[in-house]
């Protein structure tokens, strides 16, 4: 809680709490213990890009429910995060998430026990393998171009989380997005001679990345 800020008052799912004015809704939410589901959001964000579109929340005079983490804390808000409409968008969303994933590995995948689509699932009570949707392949191998990482497309769930911290390191980003629609894609920014320099030791983006679509190299270390 940022001790220079106005202190407000809200309500979430019953429970009185004091935040921040203006402090986002959802790192409000789950530093209470309240869990939302997300897959893009990190702290730092200034202006998380709700990519994801798992963290829908309910709040009172709102027509209908909105991403919690474009949301900012104001006075006498009253936000439910478990009405049914709530859920069903959530469910939704995950779901048409895991049709255009391979999620069948997960026992030989670096994540396992740690992913965030595990955790999600688990939540929403929602399987990993969507009996109902049929699953929409995409062509995409796994690019191994990085001097020292590895990108598997067909994991990764474009929360731009690895390009948000590779920027906060090194101040212009390493990694970006290409392509469109489903073709969408992490592709390496730079030179092979940029990135040999900035990323050795460094792995940032492996460790943030919550389901494992970045790994490395099995010749390479972190060092750092």
Excluded: W
């Excluded at 990519?51 to 006075?75: D, H, K, M, N």
């Excluded at 255009?100 to 740690?114: D, L, M, P, Q, Y």
């Excluded at 992490?186 to 919550?210: D, H, M, Q, R, Y």
Aim: net charge positive; charged share 25%; aromatic share 6%.
């Amino acid at each position: 809680m940022d001790k220079n800020a106005n202190i407000v008052n809200l309500i979430v799912d019953g429970k009185e709490i004091k935040a921040s004015e203006g402090a986002n809704l959802l790192r409000v939410c789950l530093d209470n213990e309240i869990y939302v589901p997300n897959l893009c959001y990190l702290k730092e964000m200034e202006h998380p890009p709700a990519s994801c579109r798992l963290c829908f929340v309910a709040i009172e005079g709102y027509p209908q429910p909105v991403t919690s983490c474009t949301e900012v804390v104001r006075e006498g808000m009253v936000v439910m995060t478990d009405t049914p409409e709530v859920r069903r968008l959530q469910k939704s969303a995950f779901e048409l998430l895991l049709s255009v994933r391979r999620i069948s590995f997960c026992k030989t995948c670096i994540a396992n026990k740690r992913c965030g689509l595990q955790k999600i699932a688990r939540f929403l009570g929602v399987k990993l393998r969507v009996a109902h949707l049929n699953r929409i392949d995409v062509d995409r191998e796994v690019d191994h171009t990085h001097p020292y990482l590895d990108y598997d497309p067909d994991k990764c769930v474009l929360c731009e989380r690895c390009i948000f911290v590779c920027g906060n390191i090194n101040k212009t980003p390493m990694l970006s997005l290409a392509h469109r629609g489903l073709n969408t894609s992490v592709t390496f920014f730079e030179s092979a001679a940029i990135l040999e320099n900035s990323c050795k030791g460094c792995g940032a983006c492996v460790e943030i990345c919550p389901v494992g679509a970045l790994t490395l190299k099995s010749h390479n270390k972190v060092t750092g």
